[in-house]
């Protein structure tokens, strides 16, 4: 059973930056696509990033093109997103997401495991 824990959420003002980390366990990281996905109040969860098993292609929402980057260490069992230029819009529950599929997906209902989910609160 795969165990995702994500951590690294926070309160920062616009403009600001921050680092989310996704620590994964109990199976091969590296057979796992990855994604991030987040969840404002009395929103639908919506797709942010997602990377293949290698890392090697990634896919962002373009509502966070330029902005965020998502990566991954297959040796540590890590999946990162960095998010950079942060607008209140992206104050939300940020969650990360495994599967087994081949190609990463940005649907929701795609994905069999998720975190517990970390907040971030972006002010004005």
């Known amino acids: 059973q795969v165990q995702l824990v994500e951590s690294g959420g926070g309160s920062v003002q616009a403009g600001g930056s921050l680092r989310l980390s996704c620590a994964v366990s109990g199976s091969t990281f590296s057979n796992y696509v990855m994604a991030w996905f987040r969840q404002a109040p009395e929103k639908e969860r919506e797709f942010v990033a997602a990377?293949?098993?290698?890392?090697?292609?990634?896919n962002c929402a373009d509502s966070v093109k330029g902005r965020f980057t998502i990566s991954r260490d297959n040796a540590k069992n890590m999946m990162y997103l960095q998010m950079n230029s942060l607008k209140p819009e992206d104050t939300a529950v940020y969650y990360c997401a495994a599967d087994r599929r081949w190609i990463p997906a940005t649907m929701a209902a795609q994905y069999d495991y998720w975190g517990q989910g970390t907040q971030v609160t972006v002010s004005s």
């Open positions: 990377l293949t098993r290698s890392g090697g292609v990634t």
